[in-house]
Structures are given as C-alpha cells and as structure tokens.
C-alpha cells in the first residue's frame, strides 16, 4: 500500500488565526499591565508623560497604553569617576590607559598644573526631582563636579593639593557640590568626594621631585639647626639660672651674716652697759680662751720681779 500524505490546508482556518491574535493581544496587555518593582527601586508612573504617583518595591498594575513605569534605583549608590576609568574591578582593580587628561588636568592657586583624579558617590533621594527636574542627571553631576573641583584646586597651592591640604579640599568639595544639587533641586545625595591621586604632569615630574627633595633638604637643615638650639641654649640658660641663684645665695648669705654680727654686737653693747666690769671680764677671758692654745710658751710673770732675763731660757735663741 502506498502511504498517502495529507498536508494541512493553507492559509490556516480563520479561527486560528484570530485565537492567535486574541493570544498575542492577552500577552501584551498582560505584560503592559503588570510590572514588578525590584527591592532596591521604586516605580515612578507617568500618565500621557505627566507624573501621576511613586510604586513600592512589589508587583502592580497600570492603564495599559496610558500609564508608563520608570524604575529609579533609591537604595543603590552609583559612582562617577574622573581622570580615569575602571576597566575591571576585582582583587587587582583594572584602569584604562590615561586618555582622560582634559577633566582631570587643572591650575592650581599658585599657577602650577597638576593632575588630579577623584571619586563621587552618590545615592538618588527623590526620584521625581531626579527624573523631572534635570534634563540628564548624571551627565550634571560630572560637569557640577568637574567645575566645584576646579574651583577648589584654584583656591589653593600645589603643595596643599598634593600633601597636607587634600583631605580638606575633598570635604570643602563635597559641600559646595552638594550645595549646587540641590539649588537644582536635583534629588541627589552626595554620599562621598574622594580625591584618589594627585600628581603633577609627566613632563614636569622630575623638575617638581627635585623641588620636592630641595624642600626636604631644607627641612632637614631647619631641623638640624633647631636641634643643635635645644641643646646648646637651655644649658647655657640653665648654666645663668645657676650662677644667679649662687650670687644670690651668697649676697643672701653675706647680709643675714651681717645683720647677725650687727645684732649679736648691739645684744653684747646692752649686756655691756649693764655691767661693763663683768662684760670687760668675760671678753677678755674669752679672749684668752681663743689666744692662748695658739701660743707655743706661756710665761706668767710676777709683777714684783724687777727682771724676767734669770727666768727665761736662752737655749731656744741658741738653736
């Protein structure tokens, strides 16, 4: 027996066609009126292009063909970079060749160059100014910063740019940036400005590295000098203080000396005049008493003898 092969006809029968219609016109309303919001977003409706009202995270329903849905990342912090570009994040951070020397290249101050790279993060606060208010956000933020760091860096030397004045440039940065958001009524939240290099340009780093060891040298002789001062000035200050405080100690001791003698003669000079017989006694006995241990012979001579010559030895002359 032959095997007889029955194509189906075509075209297709009209009921087909339309159950195909009506599926694919089921589909779309379905997915034109349902719409899911993720958990870091929030849905911003728009009815014919005007704003209507702000979906939380979930699932929700829409005007199909009427009401359109945005959806804004609030609790994502994105980040802008300038003088670079990450090309792969990871463990060990990729960066794309330096060709973005126009927005980072800016006048310092004291009119040197320097390159400078730096970091915004931000977070969106409002979704309806952030969608409404300005025409292209981000493109905002990068010309807003571009220009509060510019503004920054002019105000200052080279030197604060690049060393101790960074930090500060950073925050004052971040706070006129976050100033002009919001003058622009932008509903962006500045998270952090962060300055990650500062370098001058490649033609100009030798010169600038040896200013740079110049100014260390300098540094270092300043501090050699100071050292050699602390330690020769205080211990010849020291070594006055001490001379001072013998002289004083010894014109202090000469005047208390002095007013002793004076009072111990004055007290001798009442006692004297009281009894000037038995004062007279007593000093000359006391004289005697610091005379006489110095004197190597004592001859008591009687005041009847009419010659001592019979009473001395003249053995001592002969030798």
Avoid: C
Wanted: glycine letters at 6%; charged letters at 30%.
């Amino acid at each position: 027996m032959e095997e007889i092969k029955v194509n189906p006809p075509w075209p297709p029968p009209r009921k087909w066609v339309w159950l195909v219609i009506l599926g694919v016109i089921g589909l779309v309303l379905v997915f034109s009126t349902f719409y899911a919001v993720g958990p870091d977003e929030v849905g911003v409706i728009k009815r014919f292009g005007r704003y209507t009202r702000t979906t939380e995270p979930g699932l929700h329903v829409r005007i199909p063909f009427a009401e359109s849905a945005t959806k804004v990342k609030v609790r994502h912090i994105f980040k802008e970079e300038f003088g670079f570009r990450t090309a792969e994040a990871g463990v060990r951070t990729l960066y794309t060749p330096d060709i973005w020397g126009e927005e980072s290249l800016m006048l310092t101050g004291d009119l040197n160059v320097a390159v400078v790279e730096w970091i915004v993060q931000y977070t969106i606060i409002d979704p309806y100014k952030y969608l409404f208010k300005v025409r292209d956000a981000r493109q905002t933020i990068r010309d807003v910063s571009e220009v509060v760091m510019r503004l920054v860096v002019g105000d200052r030397s080279v030197d604060e740019v690049l060393t101790i004045g960074r930090m500060e440039a950073a925050s004052e940065a971040g706070i006129k940036f976050q100033e002009i958001l919001d003058s622009y009524d932008a509903g962006i939240k500045i998270v952090t400005l962060q300055l990650k290099d500062v370098n001058p340009p490649d033609k100009v780093k030798p010169a600038f590295n040896e200013v740079n060891e110049a100014r260390q040298d300098k540094e270092r002789f300043i501090n050699e000098a100071w050292q050699a001062y602390n330690e020769v000035i205080p211990r010849a200050r020291g070594e006055a203080e001490q001379t001072v405080a013998e002289a004083e100690g010894y014109a202090t001791r000469r005047v208390n000396s002095a007013k002793g003698d004076a009072d111990r003669f004055l007290a001798l000079w009442s006692e004297y005049r009281k009894a000037k017989d038995v004062t007279r006694k007593r000093l000359y006995l006391e004289t005697l008493t610091e005379v006489l241990p110095r004197v190597g012979k004592i001859y008591v001579v009687d005041s009847e003898q009419k010659s001592i010559l019979p009473l001395i030895s003249l053995e001592g002359e002969k030798k």
